[in-house]
């Protein structure tokens, strides 16, 4: 949600009153709480007009909304138990309605990370790594962090290799957070875990953390650890670096592979390189680009790792920035 909707529904929420509000705000996850309410905390005056427009929307888009069926869950087992019978029915029930299951992790993300951290520093690496993958990257990041680096080290690993969690896995979590944890007897395999997700945290914990547990992965799995690396820093994540950065890998970059490159990007990551070279340049760039016919995603693919391999080397050299925070912003 972008600051304007986020501010929009601030506004909402304070023109429902404190009841309703507070009703709206257990439905949301804890994140989109923080967001709106940090909003709301920070407007103090709101013009008239702009109240109008937010109720205006609302009404709008409430009317547009149409509810057939009070609650879709009980209806879908309903119309199943009575098509195929009980048994039958249960099977197609529990894939159907997988998605709506609450696993009671979501109760950590509620917590501190510290405290998240103490509260699965004892237990087993891969208990601690099928618990990370359920929470946002910046908090699961943030959980490792506080842990020492050797365990920090072992998670990681497992969370880029799981394929998966089995629904006995997620029994033995439900029993390891007691009642932090509930309804662990109906979960099912969740497809969590896996390459981009240990790149996504990785991005998370800045690269003084970041070398030790690349470093730790690479001498477990050299082919691993490359692909958690490709993860890492996408050519799409060229959008989040600093204009400084972009000058400075324009500079060593060739004409003809950032060309080829540009072909297989995002408008946002092309838009990112015209507005940070000169007017002729980057007219001739656009043209260049319009003028060269369809290219092999395979050759997209090699320039784009080759101009990478560039942007790496400038943030080691200090030059260039992207993802992280504080100090430990370098990828």
Do not use: C
């Not at 510290?114 to 509260?119: C, G, K, T």
Request: no cysteine.
């Amino acid at each position: 949600m972008d600051e304007e909707g986020l501010q929009d529904a601030a506004i909402l929420l304070m023109s429902l009153g404190e009841e309703e509000a507070a009703e709206v705000f257990k439905h949301l996850q804890p994140k989109e709480v923080q967001r709106i309410g940090e909003t709301i905390a920070r407007m103090k005056v709101i013009p008239r007009d702009r109240i109008d427009r937010v109720l205006d929307r609302f009404a709008v888009d409430a009317n547009e909304q149409s509810m057939l069926v009070g609650d879709t869950d009980d209806y879908v087992k309903s119309v199943l138990r009575r098509a195929l019978g009980e048994d039958k029915a249960n099977l197609l029930i529990d894939r159907i309605l997988q998605g709506s299951d609450v696993t009671g992790i979501e109760s950590l993300k509620w917590m501190d990370e510290s405290s998240v951290a103490e509260l699965l520093r004892n237990e087993h690496p891969q208990i601690i790594a099928a618990i990370l993958v359920h929470l946002e990257y910046d908090q699961a990041a943030g959980v490792l962090k506080h842990l020492h680096e050797r365990l920090r080290n072992d998670v990681t690993l497992r969370i880029a290799t799981l394929d998966g969690i089995q629904p006995t896995a997620l029994k033995d979590l439900n029993e390891v957070l007691s009642k932090v944890l509930a309804g662990g007897d109906r979960l099912r395999k969740s497809t969590l875990g896996g390459v981009k997700t240990a790149a996504e945290i990785i991005n998370m914990l800045g690269s003084s953390i970041e070398g030790s547990v690349l470093g730790f992965v690479r001498d477990h799995d050299s082919d691993l650890a490359q692909k958690i690396m490709d993860n890492m820093f996408t050519f799409d994540h060229l959008v989040s670096v600093d204009d400084r950065g972009i000058q400075m890998l324009l500079r060593e970059v060739q004409s003809e592979s950032l060309i080829i490159a540009l072909k297989g990007t995002t408008p946002e990551v092309r838009e990112k390189v015209f507005k940070n070279m000169s007017s002729r340049a980057s007219e001739t760039l656009r043209e260049d680009l319009d003028a060269r016919g369809p290219v092999r995603v395979s050759e997209v693919e090699t320039e784009q790792k080759e101009i990478l391999k560039i942007a790496r080397r400038l943030a080691e050299e200090g030059q260039l920035v992207i993802g992280g925070d504080g100090d430990d912003s370098f990828v």
